[in-house]
């Protein structure tokens, strides 16, 4: 399912990512707090378990997350979102998927990955600030099942109908959360109006 997180905050820190004159320090700060706010939509329906707390006052029956959280940024760009989200969750475990999109074919090309151990049990969040053709995203899902992932969320900060359409296709089981669903690909794939390359404007790298 799509979830798109249209929200004042969201959309406002967006704009300043979008602006092609925000400096590399704006763009990776903004992008940091969106992944926070977003992590704070992500993470309504992680499950709970009944804890028994004692308080100053008595005894109490609560409630505490019951799965562990694990984060795949996919690099480079992923790792500009993986501060935010773990501000709210310091106890996710962090996995790495290396993509790069080859430029005349747009197809991903695996170059590294590393996961910790227990993706069967935990909620695991994709994370890439950018769904284009969505060749990536389904790539590093792909990954994440062949590794025993089966509670699987693709966090991205700007998506098009094209990449929404494949990862809904490929991985139906698979919920997309978006902080904008923009209008289409160029004819280079870049997404308009998008923000550019996300990993050559985190890294400063052109
Ligand atoms: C960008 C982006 C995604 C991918 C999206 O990465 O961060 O991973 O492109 O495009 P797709 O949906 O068409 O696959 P890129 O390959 O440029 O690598 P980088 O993060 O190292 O800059
Ligand atoms: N990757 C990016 O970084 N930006 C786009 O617009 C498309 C793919």
């Given at each position: 399912m799509l979830h798109v997180l249209n929200h004042p905050l969201i959309t406002h820190k967006l704009a300043i990512m979008r602006d092609q004159n925000t400096s590399t320090k704006d763009f990776r700060q903004n992008l940091d707090e969106i992944a926070g706010l977003m992590a704070y939509e992500v993470t309504r329906d992680l499950p709970t378990k009944s804890v028994t707390v004692t308080t100053p006052i008595r005894e109490c029956v609560t409630e505490q997350i019951s799965k562990d959280v694990v984060l795949v940024p996919i690099l480079r760009a992923g790792l500009g979102m993986v501060n935010g989200i773990l501000n709210l969750i310091p106890t996710a475990k962090v996995g790495h998927v290396g993509l790069y999109r080859d430029e005349e074919t747009l197809l991903p090309h695996e170059y590294f990955a590393k996961y910790p151990k227990n993706l069967e049990d935990a909620v695991v969040m994709v994370v890439d600030p950018m769904l284009a053709t969505g060749g990536s995203a389904d790539a590093a899902i792909t990954l994440v099942k062949s590794r025993g992932a089966k509670q699987i969320k693709l966090v991205c900060l700007v998506g098009v109908p094209e990449g929404v359409r494949l990862i809904e296709k490929n991985h139906p089981d698979v919920d997309i959360y978006l902080a904008a669903l923009d209008e289409k690909l160029n004819?280079?794939?870049?997404?308009?109006?998008?923000?550019?390359?996300a990993g050559d404007r985190i890294f400063g790298t052109k």
């Open positions: 004819e280079v794939g870049y997404i308009v109006p998008g923000l550019g390359d």
